[in-house]
């Protein structure tokens, strides 16, 4: 399993670096259509689709750069997330300590969310400068054993190091959505380009009717590209740092009892969106009903449950309780 952990630490550390790159490639395609769908009927469309084509990598490599050293404190400031001391959360502080030393990583800052829906996040850029966030509700409602469950959750993720894959996922697909956003109103607004003084006998006819279609296709599936960029942060993830935090506790019946509280609990998370939601230790979208399985960046409960409990050699949740939180990842 040692081997396995390590293995994960460097494939994020690689897929962090490979998902930019695929972001970036993307919208360089993408802002060479737009740019020569604008320019279409000047005669200088070539060079509209090189000068967007620029815009568009300069856009993606500045997400990249942001994402990496600002990308943390955004999602802390947009979910509303206040740092707090060891005086101020005596026990958070001390069992985020003690997850800390278990998984050999430095204390991170700790973060408290005033919303009474339980839930839990990790996030920054590496182990040296992470944080860790959880909601006054997870305070209210978890026991010490299954708060270390979840802290020790979110320390396999900064042991792993999701938190640099996952940031990269939000901030890039901030920036597609971005691009396509703005095509689709230009297209709206303007025509997409001066079709109007559109060349008799130019070559570039055809084609500039064709690349605005592909322009407007892509800004459409630009959404779902955005929505698969995101589902990169795998399942397989999540039952990693599940199955770590049973390393780092010694007890899978803290997460596993914490897990079906969580999802179980009907208040709903208000300062969650889109972009952020796939940091969470469980879905706080999709256990509200947003979103669907094909898209779902989270394991079932269920089966995160029943895995759990194979560690520990329990029998599967039995199907009154199963029932309860199926399709609540």
Do not use: C
Request: hydrophobic residues 45%; glycine residues 12%.
């Amino acid at each position: 399993m040692t081997t396995t952990f390590y293995a994960e630490e460097s494939a994020n550390r690689r897929n962090s670096f490979l998902l930019a790159f695929v972001v970036i490639a993307f919208l360089a395609v993408f802002g060479f259509v737009i740019g020569f769908s604008i320019g279409y009927g000047s005669g200088n469309e070539v060079a509209f689709g090189i000068g967007a084509l620029a815009i568009a990598v300069g856009i993606g490599s500045l997400s990249a750069l942001f994402s990496y050293y600002g990308g943390a404190q955004l999602v802390l400031a947009s979910s509303h997330a206040k740092e707090v001391t060891a005086e101020q959360a005596p026990q958070l502080y001390n069992v985020v300590n003690e997850m800390a030393i278990a998984a050999g990583v430095p204390m991170p800052k700790v973060y408290i969310i005033d919303d009474p829906s339980p839930n839990a996040f990790a996030t920054g850029r590496d182990p040296q400068h992470s944080s860790v966030a959880v909601t006054t509700g997870l305070l209210k409602e978890l026991n010490r054993e299954e708060l270390q469950g979840v802290l020790g959750h979110e320390m396999s993720h900064v042991r792993n190091y999701d938190i640099r894959f996952t940031l990269f996922v939000g901030v890039m697909v901030g920036s597609i959505a971005l691009l396509a956003g703005f095509f689709l109103r230009y297209t709206f607004w303007f025509g997409g380009g001066r079709r109007g003084n559109d060349r008799e006998g130019g070559g570039s006819g055809g084609l500039g009717v064709i690349l605005l279609v592909v322009g407007l296709v892509m800004a459409v599936v630009s959404y779902f590209f955005g929505a698969l960029v995101q589902m990169a942060v795998s399942r397989q993830r999540e039952y990693l740092a599940d199955a770590s935090s049973v390393e780092l506790t010694r007890n899978p019946h803290g997460l596993e009892s914490a897990l079906a509280k969580i999802a179980g609990d009907p208040a709903v998370l208000h300062s969650v969106n889109g972009a952020t939601q796939h940091l969470y230790i469980v879905n706080p979208l999709k256990k509200h009903g947003v979103g669907s399985d094909l898209f779902s960046t989270h394991p079932p409960i269920v089966d995160r449950i029943n895995r759990l409990r194979q560690l520990s050699g329990d029998a599967p949740m039995d199907q009154a309780d199963a029932k309860a939180l199926t399709g609540l990842e």
